[in-house]
């Protein structure tokens, strides 16, 4: 706290008029109409994003003007309130069985689509195995059928589900197709764990996928951005991150 106000990582907050002393910094027009993903409608419509214009129509006001629904603890985007501990068990067969189903080229018509689809396919293999939704991590049709950056975008995705905090890795693995025999003989991973690609260059994540199968030494995925069928892990010239999911899940939920 410094001269009265609170310091939310990113800007200060008033608390005596409930306003924050500098503007959003999260929000501009290249993303304030249509959000950070724009969802196309056609060759030359997007859909306006109604989250991101509430957030973004007034850059000083905290939660909205909500704080009994809405918290913004970092000062960039809010988040909903009212957290709870929640127990649940992922049923990896189910998580498998959708990812299967819904591979590339297919489009399950209950979720919004993207251009690069991997994964938003990855966060719907996961609700089907039981993954619960909310929070920075979900999907909401209350400001019109929108899913979270955590929801749709790779890297973001990955950084959500390896965060301990969240409650949902046991543990990760960093590799590369040299690496791949090892870890799928040692048992530390299972189908309906993740997959994560970057160029072997950098640590950037582009690309997500659902792991289907594991045997013989191999790592068997399934995508919603690519070629069709199980690819094998050890063919991809790339660094990859696997997120090795815990059965049990305590997760604090939004």
């Not at 999907?139 to 979270?148: A, D, K, L, N």
């Not at 090892?182 to 659902?210: C, E």
């Amino acid at each position: 706290m410094e001269a009265g106000t609170h310091y939310l990582r990113n800007r200060y907050y008033q608390p005596r008029n409930g306003r924050f002393t500098q503007a959003d910094p999260y929000w501009h027009t290249g993303n304030m109409v249509y959000g950070d993903d724009p969802l196309q409608l056609n060759e030359y419509t997007y859909k306006p994003d109604i989250h991101a214009i509430m957030q973004s129509g007034n850059l000083y006001v905290y939660g909205l003007n909500n704080p009994l629904m809405w918290a913004d603890p970092t000062g960039r985007f809010i988040i909903a309130i009212l957290p709870h501990l929640t127990s649940f068990n992922y049923n990896r067969e189910s998580a498998v069985e959708y990812a299967r189903q819904w591979q590339e080229p297919n489009r399950n018509p209950d979720y919004p689509a993207y251009g690069s689809n991997c994964a938003n396919f990855v966060s719907q293999s996961l609700v089907a195995g039981g993954m619960p939704t909310g929070g920075a991590w979900g999907i909401y049709w209350f400001f019109g059928t929108r899913t979270t950056r955590e929801w749709h975008n790779a890297s973001r995705q990955y950084q959500f589900f390896s965060d301990p905090f969240n409650g949902f890795v046991n543990n990760t693995y960093s590799v590369d197709k040299g690496g791949i025999n090892n870890l799928a003989q040692s048992g530390n991973v299972k189908p309906g764990d993740l997959i994560y690609f970057s160029n072997s260059n950098s640590s950037s994540i582009y690309h997500a996928a659902m792991i289907v199968r594991v045997e013989g030494g191999e790592i068997y995925y399934m995508h919603n951005s690519g070629p069709v069928g199980e690819r094998q892990a050890s063919q991809v010239s790339a660094n990859m991150f696997i997120i090795s999911l815990n059965d049990l899940v305590k997760s604090w939920r939004w």
